[in-house]
């Protein structure tokens, strides 16, 4: 169950209350795809820095080693030795990213796996039954997201669709939560708002779903292609006609000033990338502003990435050892930087946690984000 504890504005402070423990909210949910962070991060690794929730995708991990393997493991919980809070992506993002391998009908999705080639069939039913066998925390809707560029009559198309989705899947998923030998009875279930950059779209989709009573709302869709711009205008047309007393999730963002601006129009929930991938090349997360460990000018610099950080890279190494480390290829070289950078966020998300039980959020966001521009 989800409590909203406070408000600054739009911005809201809450908690979610799951069968894996308690979220507090606003929330960066870790992306570990396969099961796993890339670069090298353990699950105890994510416990020392403050990890709330990881995410974990279903596409991926039903492909590679399969949802029933991992089910006869004890699930996802188990399997990655990790007892907190699990977010399953439901596969609908991959009907976008794996465009040249897939064909949509109103079954599901016809893919081509992108390890070996083989068929793969997956829709509502099959992505809620893939989500049950991982028994992660919280599975998401099967939608499909229409890229930022598609025209007005296929979008329209394709939002009726995932609500059509979604429906099955609520009631799938209900099914399968029935079920005697389902590890994780309790699966919650978010849906997913879609609309591309079309606000009466994304308006009536938010209000049809909104019906439902589901455990969760994500805004999907967004992050790709289209401008920082727009997806804020999306989030100030869209949020308003979401439930206040369930949490929303943001799909996808993003960069420390996308999380701050969309806290400020009513998220709570965010996943991105960003944080490991940028930190596996050497691109670190500071307060004041993103700094590339590859510049020659960090050769002889003994300082940490940033001074007073207490991440396990800054508390025992210089920012000259960590570049030697990535020139050389070095695993360790890129574990240290993924781990800053997931601290970073992580104690983002804490601080604005502590400004919003204070009533001090909009100025801690001006600051924030004045100091990301400052010079390093």
């Not at 739009?10 to 870790?30: C, Q, W, Y």
Request: charged content about 25%.
């Amino acid at each position: 169950m989800y409590k909203l504890i406070k408000r600054e504005g739009l911005a809201k402070r809450g908690s979610l209350d799951t069968v894996h423990g308690v979220i507090e909210t606003p929330v960066f949910m870790n992306v570990g795809t396969a099961a796993a962070i890339k670069g090298g991060v353990s699950t105890q690794d994510l416990l020392e820095i403050n990890t709330q929730v990881q995410l974990s995708n279903t596409y991926h991990l039903h492909v590679r080693p399969g949802d029933l393997i991992i089910k006869q493991l004890g699930g996802l919980s188990r399997f990655m030795v990790w007892d907190k809070p699990i977010l399953t992506d439901s596969g609908g993002f991959q009907v976008f990213s794996l465009a040249k391998l897939r064909k949509i009908k109103e079954e599901g999705v016809y893919f081509h796996s992108h390890v070996d080639g083989r068929k793969i069939f997956m829709g509502p039913e099959e992505s809620m039954r893939i989500q049950s066998n991982l028994a992660s925390t919280i599975a998401m809707a099967f939608d499909e997201c229409p890229p930022s560029t598609a025209d007005l009559s296929y979008v329209k198309e394709s939002v009726e669709r995932t609500t059509r989705w979604l429906l099955r899947c609520q009631k799938e998923l209900a099914h399968l939560n029935g079920l005697p030998d389902t590890i994780n009875q309790k699966q919650l279930l978010f849906g997913i708002n879609q609309g591309a950059v079309y606000d009466e779209v994304r308006v009536e989709h938010a209000k049809r779903i909104s019906e439902l009573d589901l455990d969760g709302y994500a805004i999907g869709g967004l992050a790709v292609g289209e401008s920082h711009d727009e997806m804020y205008h999306i989030l100030e047309v869209v949020v308003e006609h979401l439930p206040m007393d369930k949490p929303t999730y943001l799909m996808g963002v993003g960069t420390p000033e996308n999380i701050l601006e969309a806290v400020s129009r009513g998220v709570d929930f965010f996943d991105c990338v960003y944080p490991s991938r940028n930190g596996r090349h050497g691109h670190l997360y500071t307060n004041q502003g993103k700094l590339n460990l590859f510049n020659q000018k960090y050769q002889l610099d003994s300082r940490p990435i940033e001074v007073g950080c207490k991440c396990p890279a800054c508390q025992h190494y210089s920012r000259a050892y960590l570049r030697h480390l990535l020139k050389s290829g070095e695993m360790l070289g890129m574990r240290l930087c993924v781990l800053h950078n997931l601290y970073f966020y992580n104690t983002m998300m804490a601080e604005i946690r502590t400004a919003l039980d204070e009533g001090r959020f909009s100025n801690y966001k001006k600051e924030k984000i004045a100091g990301f521009s400052a010079n390093k």
